[in-house]
């Protein structure tokens, strides 16, 4: 597996966002990118279980870096979530997304996180809008620090 680059500031996988999760993001031969992540107190919404926002981020996140992986840059246009298990705080998560389908500048994409015993805790479906390439060119060069650590 190949580590995705991260940002400075981004929220998810930002290295120097003092309250933003750090995630790390790897990219497989199968075109799935995949990540592990353990959620920390400060991320829980009831007691030891973790905020279903930060849930729903992590997928978003996850989803939008498979098309990225493709060289695929894009926005959100719409994310439908399904919570299956609550997830709990300090236990390890292994996340997988995928593209599932491109027409156009529209890609579909599809991400889950899994407990510990394997067991499906939450899974999203997400319809994502290419951004126009002038407009990416902008974006890669805001993110010039872009890079792997």
């Given at each position: ?59 978003d996140e996850l989803i939008g870096r498979t098309a990225i ?29 995928e593209i599932t389908k491109k027409n ?46």
């Amino acid at each position: 597996m190949e580590k995705q680059p991260s940002s400075q500031m981004c929220f998810v996988c930002g290295r120097d966002n003092p309250i933003g999760l750090h995630m790390h993001f790897y990219t497989d031969t199968d075109g799935c990118v995949y990540a592990d992540y353990i959620p920390r107190e400060e991320h829980q919404s009831y007691p030891g279980v973790m905020h279903g926002g930060l849930i729903t981020t992590m997928l978003d996140e996850l989803i939008g870096r498979t098309a990225i992986a493709s060289d695929l840059w894009c926005m959100t246009a719409k994310l439908e979530i399904r919570f299956r298990k609550p997830i709990p705080i300090g236990e390890p998560l292994k996340l997988k997304g995928e593209i599932t389908k491109k027409n156009g500048r529209l890609l579909e994409g599809r991400g889950e996180i899994r407990l510990p015993d394997g067991s499906l805790a939450a899974q999203a479906i997400g319809t994502y809008l290419r951004i126009p390439d002038e407009q990416i060119e902008q974006y890669k060069t805001a993110l010039n620090w872009w890079r792997v650590e």
